[in-house]
């Protein structure tokens, strides 16, 4: 069992930053490849950012240059620097870990961490 809790939403005017992490907790160990989502109002959780355990990232076209997601393997810590906010990232970030051990793959989210932005 893995237990992800998020932590850093909160209120920023657009054009400001956010650093959002996600502790992670348990059997950390098995752990391979994390991510952040984010699911707005009326609208499906789509994702935003991967990283694996070795640190290859991606990104949704629609965040890149602007955020930037990272992990800490050894504080089993997830993060993602959001830059130059607009109101369109509006939404609740969720944080997933993807966890491979004894042969059996599962999924784990964490609760989610609302960010807001005004215009």
């Known amino acids: 069992q893995v237990r992800l809790v998020e932590s850093g939403g909160g209120l920023v005017q657009a054009g400001g930053s956010l650093r959002l992490a996600c502790a992670a907790s348990?059997?950390?160990?098995?752990?391979?490849?994390m991510a952040w989502y984010r699911q707005a109002p009326g609208k499906e959780r789509e994702l935003v950012a991967t990283?694996?355990?070795?640190?290859?990232?991606n990104y949704a076209d629609s965040v890149k240059g602007r955020f930037t997601i990272s992990r800490d393997n050894a504080k089993n810590t997830l993060y993602l620097q959001m830059n130059s906010l607009r109101p369109e990232d509006a939404a609740v970030y969720f944080c997933?870990?993807?966890?491979?051990?004894?042969?059996?793959?599962?999924?784990?989210w964490g609760q989610g961490t609302q960010v807001t932005v005004s215009s």
């Open positions: 348990g059997d950390t160990i098995c752990i391979s490849a």
């Open positions: 990283i694996t355990r070795g640190g290859t990232t």
């Open positions: 997933n870990a993807e966890s491979l051990c004894n042969y059996y793959l599962y999924d784990y």
